[in-house]
């Protein structure tokens, strides 16, 4: 039964993905609220960003954490909305609460700001349905340099129906120390409705290129 409702869920992916057209495109490129084809889920290895920012206050540096969130962002086929100004209702959030996934304040106002308001979300469904796609990735151990290909199929055997095109890396964090050697955010991509895993149609992956990926060892 779980099985069938997998592969029903998987079929309406496809059909939504099918249905977008230069329309829905034009749509999304004008920053039109509600109107994308995809999220991005874009996960913060946070050792390397603490690493990379060593005179950086926030909790998640002080706490030691792993993966946290980066963003939750809507896509296009070829680009992304942003700062919409129709967006959903800038409702109250709990940043208590949000913080478990998302350790900065700064970084909550900046992201419902830039990608919430795109997401046609009220400001609370939204961080409520990132927390909800935070914990449904069953994170791997991560340690030492390994082969970008090696942290993706570690990501994908965690996460069954999460194939090797529904995800990738980026090793170009910024900041006083910057490195483009090291592992630095998972993108991972979930369908717009049924928010399983889907295709990614941008995804510029910039650990691929590397012969080794350096994961940061948290502290």
């Known amino acids: 039964m779980r099985n069938s409702l997998l592969v029903a869920l998987m079929m309406t992916a496809s059909m939504a993905t099918a249905d977008w057209t230069a329309k829905n495109e034009l749509a999304c490129d004008k920053n039109t609220s509600g ?18 920012h060593p005179n950086n206050k926030e909790s998640q540096c002080k706490e030691h954490r792993t993966f946290v969130v980066h963003g939750l962002w809507p896509q296009c086929a070829t680009d992304f909305p942003e700062n919409c100004r129709d967006g959903g209702r800038a409702d109250a959030i709990d940043p208590q609460k949000i913080h478990v996934f998302m350790p900065s304040d700064f970084l909550i106002q900046h992201e419902w700001d830039k990608h919430g308001t795109c997401s046609g979300l009220a400001r609370s469904a939204y961080f409520e349905l990132t927390e909800m796609l935070y914990n449904k990735i069953k994170f791997p151990r991560l340690a030492g340099a ?30 006083p120390k910057q490195s ?26 910039t650990c691929r290129k590397l012969k080794k990926v350096t994961v940061t060892a948290p502290k």
């Open 180 to 205: 483009s050697k090291t592992l630095d955010e998972v993108r991972i991509c979930f369908d717009k409705d049924t928010h399983v895993f889907t295709r990614c149609d941008e995804a510029n992956d």
């Open 146 to 175: 390994p082969k970008a290909e090696k942290i993706e199929a570690l990501f994908s055997e965690n996460n069954p129906g999460l194939d090797a095109d529904a995800l990738y890396l980026s090793c170009s964090e910024r900041g």
């Open 35 to 52: 109107q994308f084809k995809y999220y991005v889920l874009s996960l913060s290895w946070s050792p390397e960003f603490c690493r990379s």
